[in-house]
């Protein structure tokens, strides 16, 4: 089983910057890829940024040059740093990791609950 917990959300104004961190934690045995969705209001849940083990990171087009992932595998905590904020980002950002559990020989996803990002204009 694996937990995660999203913190640094928040109300920022439009050209700010927040940073998003996401803590995993539970019987795991190791994180295969870590990634950030949000979900704005009214609309579908969608990417924004994934970081593989061993390969490069993936951006949604539309934070491409403002927003930054990053992960520590030892605290196995993921990061999202947002930059130039704009109101259209504002959304639930939702953390996910893909991880094999300890006992377990699959790999599965794991979601946070959600932290909301509220950009004012």
């Known amino acids: 089983q694996v937990q995660l917990v999203e913190s640094g959300g928040g109300l920022v104004q439009a050209g700010g910057s927040l940073r998003l961190s996401c803590a995993a934690s539970g019987t795991i045995f190791s994180i295969n890829s870590m990634g950030w969705y949000r979900q704005p209001p009214g609309k579908q849940r969608e990417l924004v940024a994934v970081i593989p083990s061993g390969g490069s990171t993936n951006y949604a087009d539309s934070v491409k040059g403002r927003f930054t992932i990053s992960r520590d595998n030892v605290k196995n905590t993921m990061y999202l740093q947002m930059n130039s904020l704009k109101p259209e980002d504002t959304a639930v950002y939702y953390c996910?990791?893909?991880?094999?559990?300890?006992?377990?020989?699959?790999?599965?996803?794991?979601w946070g609950q959600g932290t909301q990002v509220t950009v004012s204009s």
């Open positions: 996910t990791v893909n991880a094999r559990v300890k006992s377990l020989y699959a790999s599965y996803d794991y």
